[in-house]
Each structure stands twice: as structure tokens, then as C-alpha cells.
């Protein structure tokens, strides 16, 4: 078995910072590309940045220059830094991971849960 776990979400002023990790755990072989989505009330769920093994990464439009995705393969975990936060940047926050798991023949995308970022003053 597999789990994703997204936490650190929570209520923030605009302008303020949040840097939620994502931990993954379980029978994992390795983790390939990771990535944060987020889906706003109302709206589709949209991708806000990915993170190869490799460390390249991605980021949507809105987010660039502002959030910031890395990871850290020992813990085999996965953070969104999140700076000058805005009132459009409220959603839920979730993380994804396309994992090789046992003993490396197989492979699948898992996500997590989700967490609730709110920026408002």
C-alpha cells in the first residue's frame, strides 16, 4: 500500500507565506514526478507545478515567481512553498505522485487528500 498525505494548509493573510509538504509512504520502489493541483469552489481542478526525479520542474501561469515546489527524495516528500499569497490563490491543495511500487514492476498515480489553503484578511 500506498498513501499520499498533503498537510500545513490552513488560513493566511494576503502577502503571507505557507509551505505545505507532501509526505508519501508505504511499499515504495521510487517516486517519479510529484506534483500540487488545486481546485477553487466552483472551478475544475488545475495544476499548479510539478517536480521530476531530476528536480525539473513546472508551474502554471498565475503561480510563477511566487511558489516554489521541491522535494526531498531521502523523506520521500514534496513541498510547496507558497510567497505573497493572494485572495485567488483560496482552494483545496492537493499533491500527486506517479510511484513505481514493491518491487518495481508496476507503477501508478496516486494523490492525496487535500488541504485547505484560505487567504483572506
Known amino acids: 500500500q500506498v498513501q499520499l498525505v498533503e498537510s500545513g494548509g490552513g488560513l493566511v493573510q494576503p502577502g503571507g507565506s505557507l509551505r505545505p509538504p507532501c509526505a508519501a509512504s508505504g511499499s515504495i520502489f521510487r517516486i517519479n514526478v510529484m506534483g500540487w493541483y488545486r481546485q477553487a469552489p466552483g472551478k475544475q481542478r488545475e495544476l499548479v507545478a510539478t517536480i521530476t526525479s531530476a528536480s525539473s520542474t513546472n508551474y502554471e501561469d498565475s503561480v510563477k515567481g511566487r511558489f516554489t515546489i521541491s522535494r526531498d527524495n531521502a523523506k520521500n516528500t514534496a513541498y510547496l512553498q507558497m510567497n505573497s499569497l493572494k485572495p485567488e490563490d483560496t482552494a483545496v491543495y492537493y499533491c500527486?505522485?506517479?510511484?513505481?511500487?514493491?518491487?518495481?514492476?508496476?507503477?501508478?498515480?496516486?494523490w492525496g487528500q487535500g488541504t485547505q489553503v484560505t487567504v483572506s484578511s
Open positions: 500527486n505522485a506517479l510511484i513505481t511500487y514493491g518491487y518495481g514492476g508496476s507503477s501508478r498515480l496516486y
